[in-house]
């Protein structure tokens, strides 16, 4: 799947003069799907909150997102009529992995092909039985469903939040509570999997966790995520894929505003015939909101972490992605469909690359593929704005592209938690195993959009970046941060070794310069998980480098008796692996690995 960045919010959301608000408590209960697809009326894509009459809130707060900085920035002229509209030769640009929409479960049905990007002629589905969206229609190519993380406490068989767990400076440790469901009320369907495991979570809704933290008020924090599954419409039948996910935690205030929750609907397209889903009541100025109430982003607490425990479809598998400093991973399974994973992690900067751009000064090549065809910034450009996800494929390709027309300097620094599946698969043997292989995190505008690449001939794991090389002030250095986590397992396969190495050693390469710096770390070990970190490199596109340094001399693992020797970088073999029972009160745990240990706390049984 191509994760885009929906430039055309952008345009939707933006107003210039706010307009009065009608009877807002009546707009929460509107239509879930009230086309028609045989109307002759259609109401256009392209119309915002001012169709219904919703305001288009503005804070007086500093922006704390895309949508709200391009709102606060926008440039504008004077029409013929002395009114103010956006000046038409501005084009807003952004690299970011922010999610800048509310999220709403929905199934819906689309024209594109699954592994394209998302068509926009789309269809909203009551649900999976509604007969427009069953495979027999012909009318759509392909299915897709949003899945919202929602809360374990209420909803156990699910994609769910199971624990959030704060630890502090002083190394406290606090524990957060689901306390508010976000929007109230959400239009919710229930999951569907076959004895294969395919198929889709529960479509839940985000939730608010509250922590008692010393010496402060109570805070909130927002998690919020979304596991996205597609299936091929293909010969009268759904074929789900592997699944997607994203997911982030924000700490949040909050302040009164006259908005409305938002809700799904589906429109006609421009005047034609076809039918398009759009987001009603879209409020750049929040980070989410509910009925009269807008959410802000806040600070984590100072030196702190932040522990996450998902429960996750198990058939999501490879490397995950996160804005996150030292992430710790572990995983084991729950049941047939859905793992546990826990995922620690302190909060990391998210270097947002963008800004509003002269058109003249763009060359028409940046807007299409070599064969002529619209690319992602290229479509975006039609509805007035261009935008790619931090971790597209290409990502790091078209942002040097574009970084002479946006220029060193940052467009937003954010603190972010958050963690995403990659969108392309290893192609390395061993990173084809089952589950969760690593999560790689990076603070770039930009990075590589999988796992790091194997150089069997360095023997290393290389890794690209990308980000302006100042802060937002124009002056101050953007210092980028580098966070690998990865199964054990996966690092005796690649390197053919029996005992994992304590130490790794970590180069950085300026794509600019050639210059090289290295610096030796730690290699940390939990259970089957190894992790190792790096930070204080400036941008703008360094490579990471990531050898692992044997303190002795390496033994390789030997092949079963019943296969030739071979040499580790021509077919690595992993190790055996074994599982023990640990227990700690009522809570039992199996931990699998070569060498597997009980987690601090718990026994062996």
């Given at each position: 799947?191509?994760?885009?960045f929906?430039?055309?919010?952008?345009?939707?959301?933006?107003?210039?003069?706010?307009?009065?608000?009608l009877?807002?408590?009546?707009?929460?209960?509107?239509?879930?799907?009230s086309?028609?697809?045989?109307?002759v009326?259609?109401?256009?894509?392209m119309?915002?909150n001012?169709?219904?009459?919703?305001?288009?809130?503005?804070?007086?707060?500093?922006p704390?997102?895309?949508?709200?900085?391009?709102?606060?920035?926008?440039p504008?002229?004077?029409?013929?009529?002395g009114d103010k509209?956006?000046?038409?030769?501005?084009?807003g640009?952004?690299?970011s992995?922010?999610l800048?929409m509310?999220l709403?479960?929905?199934?819906?049905?689309?024209?594109?092909?699954?592994?394209?990007?998302?068509?926009?002629?789309?269809?909203?589905?009551?649900?999976?039985?509604?007969?427009?969206?069953?495979?027999?229609?012909?009318?759509?190519?392909?299915?897709?469903?949003?899945?919202?993380?929602?809360?374990?406490?209420?909803?156990?068989?699910?994609?769910c939040?199971e624990?959030?767990?704060?630890?502090?400076?002083d190394?406290?440790?606090v524990?957060?509570?689901p306390v508010?469901?976000?929007?109230?009320?959400t239009?919710?369907?229930?999951?569907?999997?076959?004895s294969?495991g395919?198929?889709?979570?529960?479509?839940?809704s985000?939730?608010?966790?509250?922590?008692?933290?010393?010496?402060?008020?109570k805070s909130?924090?927002?998690?919020?995520?979304?596991?996205?599954?597609?299936?091929?419409?293909?010969?009268?039948?759904?074929?789900?894929?592997?699944?997607t996910?994203?997911?982030?935690?924000?700490?949040?205030t909050?302040e009164?505003?006259?908005?409305?929750?938002?809700?799904?609907?589906?429109?006609?397209?421009?005047?034609?015939?076809?039918?398009?889903?759009?987001?009603?009541?879209?409020q750049?100025?929040?980070?989410?909101?509910?009925?009269?109430?807008?959410?802000?982003?806040?600070?984590?607490?100072?030196d702190?972490?932040?522990s996450?425990?998902?429960?996750l479809p198990?058939?999501?598998t490879?490397?995950?992605?996160?804005?996150?400093?030292?992430?710790?991973?572990?995983?084991?399974?729950?049941?047939?469909?859905?793992?546990?994973?826990?995922?620690?992690?302190?909060?990391?900067?998210?270097?947002?690359?963008?800004?509003w751009?002269?058109?003249?000064?763009?060359?028409?090549?940046?807007?299409?593929?070599?064969?002529?065809?619209?690319?992602?910034?290229?479509?975006?450009?039609?509805?007035?704005?261009?935008g790619?996800?931090?971790?597209?494929?290409?990502a790091?390709?078209?942002?040097?592209?574009w970084?002479?027309?946006?220029?060193?300097?940052?467009l937003?620094?954010?603190?972010?938690w958050t963690?995403?599946?990659?969108?392309?698969e290893s192609?390395?043997s061993?990173g084809?195993?089952?589950?969760?292989?690593?999560v790689?995190?990076a603070n770039?505008s930009?990075?590589?959009?999988?796992a790091?690449?194997f150089n069997?001939?360095t023997?290393?794991l290389?890794?690209?970046?990308a980000?302006?090389?100042?802060?937002?002030?124009?002056?101050?250095?953007?210092?980028?941060?580098?966070?690998?986590?990865?199964?054990a397992d996966?690092?005796?396969?690649?390197?053919?070794?029996?005992?994992?190495?304590s130490?790794v050693?970590i180069?950085?390469?300026?794509a600019?310069?050639?210059?090289?710096?290295g610096?030796?770390?730690?290699?940390?070990?939990?259970?089957?998980?190894?992790?190792?970190?790096?930070?204080?490199?400036t941008?703008?596109?360094?490579?990471?480098k990531?050898?692992?340094?044997?303190?002795?001399?390496?033994?390789?693992?030997?092949?079963?008796?019943?296969?030739?020797?071979?040499?580790?970088?021509?077919?690595?073999?992993?190790?055996?692996?074994?599982s023990?029972?640990?227990?700690?009160?009522?809570i039992?745990r199996?931990?699998?690995?070569?060498?597997p240990?009980?987690?601090?706390?718990?026994?062996k049984?």
């Amino acid at each position: 799947m191509k994760r885009v960045f929906t430039a055309a919010l952008i345009t939707l959301a933006v107003a210039l003069t706010p307009t009065t608000l009608l009877t807002p408590l009546s707009f929460a209960e509107g239509p879930q799907n009230s086309l028609d697809v045989n109307q002759v009326n259609s109401k256009d894509l392209m119309q915002g909150n001012d169709f219904y009459g919703i305001e288009t809130f503005q804070t007086r707060q500093k922006p704390d997102s895309i949508l709200g900085w391009f709102q606060q920035n926008l440039p504008t002229v004077s029409n013929r009529y002395g009114d103010k509209q956006k000046d038409p030769n501005k084009l807003g640009v952004s690299f970011s992995s922010e999610l800048p929409m509310a999220l709403l479960s929905s199934i819906r049905v689309l024209t594109s092909n699954v592994g394209e990007s998302d068509s926009a002629v789309s269809y909203l589905c009551t649900s999976i039985a509604d007969p427009l969206c069953g495979p027999s229609s012909g009318k759509f190519k392909s299915l897709r469903v949003d899945s919202v993380i929602g809360n374990c406490a209420l909803t156990p068989n699910s994609a769910c939040v199971e624990q959030i767990l704060l630890t502090l400076a002083d190394k406290s440790i606090v524990t957060a509570k689901p306390v508010l469901e976000i929007p109230a009320n959400t239009k919710t369907f229930p999951g569907k999997f076959d004895s294969d495991g395919k198929g889709y979570p529960p479509g839940l809704s985000s939730w608010f966790w509250e922590a008692d933290l010393p010496g402060a008020p109570k805070s909130r924090f927002l998690a919020r995520g979304t596991v996205t599954t597609y299936a091929k419409i293909t010969g009268g039948a759904l074929d789900f894929q592997k699944p997607t996910f994203t997911f982030e935690l924000v700490p949040v205030t909050s302040e009164p505003a006259p908005v409305v929750a938002p809700w799904l609907e589906n429109f006609k397209y421009k005047n034609t015939q076809d039918p398009v889903v759009r987001q009603v009541s879209i409020q750049p100025s929040c980070l989410a909101h509910d009925t009269n109430i807008c959410y802000h982003r806040a600070s984590f607490p100072k030196d702190s972490r932040a522990s996450v425990t998902l429960q996750l479809p198990n058939r999501l598998t490879g490397w995950l992605n996160g804005r996150l400093v030292k992430p710790n991973v572990t995983t084991e399974k729950i049941n047939e469909i859905y793992d546990r994973v826990v995922v620690d992690a302190a909060p990391s900067e998210n270097i947002i690359a963008g800004g509003w751009v002269e058109w003249k000064n763009i060359p028409e090549k940046l807007f299409f593929n070599d064969d002529g065809t619209p690319n992602t910034m290229g479509v975006g450009r039609l509805d007035g704005a261009a935008g790619m996800y931090s971790g597209s494929v290409g990502a790091i390709q078209e942002y040097l592209k574009w970084q002479p027309y946006l220029g060193e300097k940052a467009l937003l620094k954010e603190e972010g938690w958050t963690i995403s599946s990659t969108v392309v698969e290893s192609t390395n043997s061993c990173g084809n195993q089952s589950g969760l292989q690593g999560v790689v995190a990076a603070n770039a505008s930009a990075y590589s959009p999988g796992a790091p690449d194997f150089n069997k001939e360095t023997q290393t794991l290389d890794y690209k970046v990308a980000a302006p090389h100042f802060a937002p002030d124009g002056k101050t250095e953007n210092l980028g941060t580098y966070g690998l986590s990865m199964r054990a397992d996966l690092v005796q396969c690649l390197y053919g070794v029996k005992d994992v190495p304590s130490r790794v050693e970590i180069s950085i390469t300026n794509a600019s310069s050639g210059e090289s710096k290295g610096s030796t770390v730690e290699l940390s070990r939990n259970g089957n998980w190894v992790y190792l970190s790096a930070e204080g490199f400036t941008f703008s596109s360094p490579t990471l480098k990531v050898k692992l340094i044997q303190d002795k001399k390496i033994e390789t693992a030997p092949a079963p008796a019943s296969e030739p020797q071979v040499s580790a970088a021509a077919a690595p073999k992993v190790a055996v692996k074994k599982s023990i029972t640990c227990v700690k009160g009522k809570i039992t745990r199996k931990i699998a690995g070569t060498n597997p240990k009980c987690p601090t706390g718990f026994k062996k049984k």
